[in-house]
């Protein structure tokens, strides 16, 4: 749902704390001055941001850095390995 202008300074009008009030400065100069990102304030966009900011902290694939690690030192020694001698090397050589 878009808003006109006017709208926008009515609804900056009713903002009484301060730290809200510089919030919504900052808003709306980073939509002013990236107009052609202006899309990302949407509402739509902003719920579909905050549903997945949600299934982040949800769905977390990690218990804690240990596990983090295994996978990630798993991962190192998967791309480590030579490919099979059927398959051409992807390596490029660097000079």
Do not use: C, G
């Not at 030192?73 to 998967?78: F, G, I, P, V």
Request: aromatic share 8%; no cysteine.
């Amino acid at each position: 749902m878009a808003i006109t202008k006017e709208e926008l300074y009515q609804l900056i009008e009713r903002i009484e704390n301060p730290i809200e009030l510089e919030s919504a400065y900052a808003a709306v100069r980073a939509i002013v001055e990236h107009d052609d990102q202006a899309w990302y304030w949407t509402e739509r966009w902003q719920a579909e941001e905050r549903e997945a900011d949600e299934d982040t902290v949800v769905s977390a694939p990690f218990d804690n850095i240990h596990d983090v690690m295994r996978a990630v030192r798993r991962s190192l020694n998967e791309i480590d390995k030579e490919p099979p001698a059927s398959e051409p090397s992807t390596q490029k050589e660097v000079r």
